[in-house]
């Protein structure tokens, strides 16, 4: 028997339902446009939208690897993990690997538990590209998250369909789409008890915030606000374009001209200015920091310099104006008590 449009020989044949048609075609058109070379990593957890991505990218793209995270948060998480990776070889994948990580507590449970995933993942995956199985409904909820951060409009572009080495071909296919593939598929995804502890802002979202926005706006919510992502983006890939030109024309190679980021664009000169703070060694800029070296360009009192991360034990790093020119330079720090 021949095997189906995109459907790749010796792979698992799969009905052609609704929803495995959907999740087959986010695939097929993400792997169009990435055009990746050879085989690549899954990201399983064992839920329903990694299951569903395993499924449809071993017949649409041939060789997968599965990557299998054990946060060892919850006792038997290693069955968990261990299913799931039987799960993977059930479906056609190549090889399935459990990594076990530990979780720290920085930042949280969400934000260290998220740390050491993608750390396992980038150190397993050999050189290959990594898909993973964020869907429509996750870019609704980040959109969100960065809304309340108030950082501008990097902050809700939301997850983007490819920034090497990670791939998300499901942002245009709902919740509700992967989970009836796995119904189609007679596969029982696990549950996991962390996606509906109230004690998570983003379970809260979920659960409570977007069905009220559902209710109370008439619906289209979650689509809506993963279209918006999707235009701020694309504006935001031109913005960067012109900053990029901006910082080429402002620079000598260690410091900026003053004159020439004052005559540009407020987008543009901020963007400019991130971008060579964070190859001068800049770490977790904040709205804050860019404002006020900013300031020393458009709004110059002979104010001092600007701390903005990314410093070293004895000193830290300072953008300033000196002679008309933006530097950026580690100074030291005073030392405390009689040294002072």
């Known amino acids: ?15 052609e339902t609704p ?11 993400w792997a169009e446009w990435c055009a990746p070379a050879g085989a690549v990593a899954v990201a399983l957890s064992g839920g329903a939208d990694s299951l569903a991505l395993t499924a449809a ?16 948060l919850q006792a038997g998480s ?12 059930a479906l056609g994948c190549r090889s399935a690997r459990v990594l076990a990580v530990q979780v720290g507590r920085d930042g ?25 199985g ?35 071909p499901l942002l245009e296919v709902r919740r509700a789409q992967t989970r009836q593939l796995c119904v189609d598929l007679g596969l029982a995804p696990h549950e996991d008890p962390h996606n509906t502890a109230p004690e998570f802002t983003r379970v809260r ?56 980021l004052a005559t540009a664009p407020q ?30 360009i458009t709004e110059w009192r002979g104010q001092g310099g600007v701390a903005v991360g990314g410093g070293q034990p004895d000193s830290r790093l300072v953008a300033a104006r000196e002679h008309g020119r933006l530097t950026l330079r580690h100074e030291r720090q005073a030392r405390s008590g009689s040294e002072a």
């Open 78 to 89: 290693d069955a968990v993990a261990a299913d799931a990776a039987s799960a993977a070889l």
């Open 205 to 260: 979202l979920r659960t409570e915030v977007l069905p009220l926005l559902e209710e109370v706006l008439g619906g289209g919510v979650a689509p809506a606000l993963a279209r918006t992502a999707a235009q701020l983006r694309d504006d935001g890939a031109v913005l960067d374009a012109l900053a990029e030109e901006l910082l080429h024309t402002a620079s000598d190679g260690a410091t900026l001209s003053i004159e020439t």
């Open 134 to 168: 964020h869907t429509l409904d996750d870019q609704a909820e980040t959109v969100l998250l960065g809304l309340a951060r108030g950082s501008g409009g990097r902050s809700i572009q939301g997850m983007a369909e490819w920034a090497e080495p990670w791939g998300r």
């Open 19 to 29: 929803a495995v048609l959907a999740v087959r075609q986010a695939v097929r058109s």
């Open 108 to 132: 949280g449970v969400e934000a260290a538990a998220r740390q050491a995933r993608y750390a396992a993942l980038d150190d397993a995956r050999d050189g290959l590209p990594v898909l993973l």
């Open 267 to 296: 987008a543009l000169r901020r963007r400019a200015i991130r971008s060579w703070l964070l190859t001068g060694g800049a770490k977790a800029l904040t709205g804050k920091h860019l404002r006020a070296v900013d300031e020393l």
């Open 57 to 72: 990218a071993v017949v649409e793209l041939g060789t997968v690897d599965a990557l299998v995270v054990d946060h060892q």
């Open 1 to 15: 028997m021949r095997s189906a449009p995109g459907e790749r020989a010796g792979a698992r044949r799969l009905p």
